[in-house]
């Protein structure tokens, strides 16, 4: 490593570590970014970005229409029953592979001076105003500032012993990329019993389908096959879009032991970003540009606490945690809420009637899970 001691250690190479490492190594500051997996890679996501996040991605000199995003303005959501309603995007979004996005992000950062260890973290110490950070083959680093984006959950988590780590996650993930007809247009959310899945196009023509669902509603089927024959196939929309596309993927990538419980923006004195601070549910289509936001906001008060504004690390701990409240706290909560009205499937439908006699509502809610375009 060129730094015996980092400015900042960021620890996680998604959306958020990547960002921030981007904004602070254009701030000329010495940034180690440590993720265990190789680029490129795809992601268990639903890889539709809000426009609220443009703005920023502009400053940091980073176009996701440069790497082939399709853009989207139209919304439609389906039940299990196959009601249906439709909307305009109040701000509009895009669609782009964490394949390719985190690629071109980690190439970007790398572009501006910053390094990257390919390691897994296995502990992190505080102490004497001095992160210590262990990694599996590289020993200790040092660095006067961590952030944590590391994701849903880690070994981590129980090292730092997070709440929400002791609680049940019983939900379940999988997504694939095929090839077939679906508007380039559209982001669509289709329910089915026990779960959702969303849909969008992304780079190159591919249709990206994710859904979530419960451990529950997917433990009587012996495989992923059945369960999307018996249950994810009863909405009819979901049917045809299997059933007249081609998958592009071997076999759908999955992922488990999904939690939206509360969690806490700072730990151990480590800010955290994106899902490892908070995760929205996947209805309201919208952790993507959460992560962004949540990277800006820690690169800006880590900023200030390096060039004197900030005046002492509990200031700034407590100011990113006030700051990640009034951002994100709302939407959170909105998301619990919708996503816990969909989960009951006598009252999905109704809930379509009602949005179709009041069709104010609709954008309210997006307006709700989402932010205002991002000031740089």
């Not at 504004?309 to 407590?318: A, G, N, P, S, V």
């Amino acid at each position: 490593m060129a730094a015996t001691v980092f400015d900042v250690i960021i620890i996680g190479g998604g959306l958020a570590g990547l960002t921030s490492a981007i904004h602070l190594s254009k701030a000329n500051y010495n940034v180690l970014l440590i993720e265990k997996q190789s680029y490129p890679k795809h992601k268990v996501c639903g890889e539709y970005i809000s426009n609220e996040v443009l703005p920023y991605l502009e400053t940091l000199g980073f176009s996701p229409f440069a790497h082939g995003a399709t853009r989207i303005d139209a919304f439609e959501l389906t039940t299990h029953n196959n009601k249906r309603i439709t909307a305009k995007l109040p701000l509009g979004g895009f669609g782009l592979s964490r394949y390719t996005m985190d690629n071109a992000l980690l190439k970007h950062a790398q572009s501006h001076g910053m390094q990257k260890l390919k390691d897994t973290v296995v502990d992190v110490v505080f102490k004497n105003d001095m992160f210590h950070v262990k990694t599996k083959t590289r020993g200790v680093l040092q660095a006067k500032l961590v952030i944590g984006a590391y994701g849903k959950r880690s070994n981590l988590d129980v090292k730092f012993q997070r709440k929400f780590i002791t609680k049940q996650s019983p939900y379940l993930a999988a997504k694939l990329h095929v090839s077939g007809q679906f508007p380039k247009d559209k982001v669509a959310l289709h329910n089915f019993k026990g779960g959702y899945c969303g849909v969008s196009k992304v780079e190159n023509d591919s249709i990206n389908l994710c859904y979530i669902t419960s451990f529950k509603a997917f433990k009587t089927y012996k495989d992923i096959n059945a369960f999307q024959e018996a249950v994810v196939f009863k909405n009819k929309a979901l049917q045809e879009l299997f059933r007249d596309s081609k998958p592009e993927f071997d076999a759908p990538l999955t992922i488990s032991q999904i939690s939206f419980e509360t969690k806490a923006p700072v730990e151990n004195h480590i800010l955290m970003c994106g899902d490892t601070a908070g995760m929205i549910h996947p209805l309201c289509g919208n952790g993507m540009s959460m992560a962004i936001r949540s990277a800006q906001l820690a690169s800006k008060h880590i900023i200030d606490y390096l060039e004197g504004q900030i005046k002492t690390r509990d200031d700034l701990e407590k100011i990113y945690t006030k700051t990640w409240k009034l951002n994100f706290a709302l939407r959170l909560k909105v998301g619990h809420s919708i996503a816990f009205l969909f989960r009951q499937n006598w009252l999905a439908p109704k809930l379509l009637v009602a949005l179709r006699h009041l069709p104010f509502l609709m954008p309210l809610i997006i307006k709700m899970t989402h932010g205002k375009p991002m000031t740089p």
